[in-house]
């Protein structure tokens, strides 16, 4: 299906986020007390509905994992991929995230 774009409109190229990025502001955020999930989801600019259509991850799930639920890794893989990052930077903050609510830390 192609995108429709209004006159003179160039699509916007997006790279992938990676949690090693210098710019990647994902960790400063979970440790400011946002959840992992929602700073992806802020980030990236991607409503729920279309990433559960997108990753086939089920809407009800992905409330859950907004909620802090833990992911399995399938989820993981199948949520990168639609929110332009990988799956080993989604699990670097889930433990983040871990870390945080376990020391209660705040920035």
Request: aromatic share 4%.
């Amino acid at each position: 299906m192609a995108t429709k774009r209004r006159k003179g409109e160039k699509p916007v190229a997006h790279g992938m986020l990676l949690w090693t990025d210098g710019d990647c502001r994902i960790p400063q955020a979970i440790r400011e007390g946002d959840r992992r999930l929602d700073c992806w989801i802020r980030q990236q600019c991607v409503p729920v509905a279309t990433l559960a259509k997108r990753s086939g991850v089920a809407e009800a799930r992905l409330w859950e994992l907004l909620r802090d639920a833990e992911p399995t890794d399938a989820e993981l893989e199948a949520l990168a991929g639609t929110l332009r990052t990988d799956a080993a930077s989604l699990r670097a903050s889930v433990y983040l995230a871990l870390d945080v609510r376990r020391k209660g830390m705040r920035s």
